[in-house]
């Protein structure tokens, strides 16, 4: 994180804690529940953010080396991530051009070719197809023609971002907005990536989102398990574009008062929440990233399916860094499945209620005020409430 940016976070964040306040919006906001019910509006989040947005896919460190490979279909298109004999990061829809089965499934090291499971069209790393088979069979085509479909990929700053859909190349930097340098600062290529889990819950994709926006909720709710670890009730949230920066203090940040700026050390003293929008969280946690890629499932606002990655610095050799690995992502699953999804799921059930037309967004909650406002500008629907 830059220097500028840290010195004034910890003068803001440090006038939170001693005014006994925290970030405050100019005015409540409420926000339509039908957010999260509505199929209409789950079938334009659909078109307009998992067909033709940019989204965060998966870390560089994923696929460091030719050959490496990532594939999934969780937003609902199958696309295949290799990167190539050159070293430069591929996107294709994992679409065999014969009959259409997935090419490659999982994450792979070193592969040299796909083969395809059905019956065996082979495409090399570059997405090339290398014979067209059984010799005859396909008399007329030519194997160009049936290259796997590549979709517009963007690499940098440790990250990898695919649009889901073919069509014109996109700008990373234009995507963050204004976010590159500090995350370039990161240096997240040289982490490692160590485990992954699959969440999938009965309710919106969003409310996963909306988890982590907020934690005013900590001292509630985690009052057993992540309570003691962070500064109650503080927040500071700065919004860079469409996406947003969380800043959640631990207890320690207090210790830099008094201290030299030149010591000032915001993200070891802090849990760091970024949005990427449309539906990705990255949450530096000190001395780890997490990251989660939120998605609609079956109807597409009634459950969802959710990606969450730990990524280590380096690659745990000793028990220490080993214990330090399993000991976050048991944290880190079970926070979520025994606390905050639990209740969200139950949010997500009294959204279909007539209790109430609009959720309330506090002023202290600028995060969720910023990320629901700004799904739906981007949807094109009409602001909905400024309380007075
Ligand atoms: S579908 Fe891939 S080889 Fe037939
Ligand atoms: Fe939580």
New binding site residues.
Partial sequence: MLRETQVELVNRVLGYIDNRTTQMNERVYLNDVSTYTSLEQARLERQKFFNEMPQFFTMSCQLPDPGDYFADDLGGVPILVVRGRDGIARAFLNV??????K?ASGTGKGQRAFV??????TYNTEGGLVALTPPGGFEGLTCAERSLTPLPLAEGHGMIWVLPNPGAGFDLDQMLGGLAPELANYNMGSFVPYKSGIISKPMNWKLVLDTFLETWHVATLHKATVAPIFQPNVNAYDAFGRNGRLIIPRRSFKDMKGKPESEWDVPRHSAIVYTLFPNTLMVWQGKHLETWRSFPAGDGANSCVTEATLYLPKIPETEKEIEYGERNMKLLLDTVEEEDFPVATDIHMGAHTPAQRYTTFGRNEPGLQHYHRTVREALGLPDTVNAA
């Fill in positions: 065999c051009r014969h009959r259409g089965a090419v395809c499971p059905y019956h065996g069209w």
